[in-house]
């Protein structure tokens, strides 16, 4: 599987009319795959599309949640466009969710995540980034129990919120849900995730520890 270089939008080309989920497929409006730099450092994950995405197609856009969102990335310098935007201008970053499509009544269960994960361990494969971000408590949970040695349970969206947490190949990076963010959060988020941009943080990738 290779990249269209020149497209940020489901670069790698996965199945935009995937039926894994028969539930699912009666309330989507379509499928969001990734979407960024394909030769980012830092991905960011999300857990599911929000209203505004199963519209646009385009993780973390269409709405309230991803205005917010977006308007962080801006601060860290990895978003030119404007917050609002359908197709934000990604440098350095790359978005994209543990499962692909939308319920509007519930979360994903375990199974769709499980049903989903071959899509997202082949973004993370074929970008190889840095930092992995995970966003929101579940894809915290998620994404620690395939790259850390940690229990998930020990881990606290809040309690580690703009921490770094050195795993197996990435470090993470947790992020409170943008919806849920106080301004000392959002503050803190950015400082901290500036200051590891300014490191020399290539230089950390593989140790294995916590």
């Known amino acids: 599987m290779d990249a269209h270089q020149q497209d940020t939008s489901n670069p790698f080309g996965m199945d935009e009319d995937c039926e894994n989920c028969p539930a699912l497929c009666e309330t989507r409006a379509q499928i969001v795959h990734g979407y960024g730099d ?71 269960t375990d199974e769709e995540v499980i049903t989903c994960e071959p899509y997202l361990n082949a973004e993370i494969r074929m970008i190889n980034p840095e930092i992995l971000v995970p966003v929101g408590e579940r894809a915290l949970r998620e994404l620690a129990t395939e790259y850390t040695t940690t229990p998930a349970d020990e881990f606290d969206v809040v309690d580690d919120h703009a921490t770094t947490v050195r795993g197996r190949g990435f470090e993470l990076v947790p992020m409170v849900d943008p919806a849920d963010q106080t301004e000392e959060q959002t503050q803190t988020f950015v400082e901290r995730f500036s200051e590891l941009m300014a490191s020399d943080y290539r230089q950390t990738k593989g140790r294995r520890s916590r």
Not at 52 to 63: I, N
């Open 38 to 108: 394909v030769g980012a450092d830092f991905v960011f994950v999300g857990e599911r599309p929000g209203p505004g995405a199963d519209e646009t197609g385009v993780p973390f856009t269409g709405d309230e949640r991803a205005e917010a969102f977006l308007s962080i990335l801006r601060r860290l310098g990895l978003c030119g466009s404007p917050a609002d935007s359908d197709e934000p201008e990604l440098a350095n970053a790359f978005l994209t969710l543990l499962t692909r499509c939308r319920d509007p009544e519930r979360p994903p």
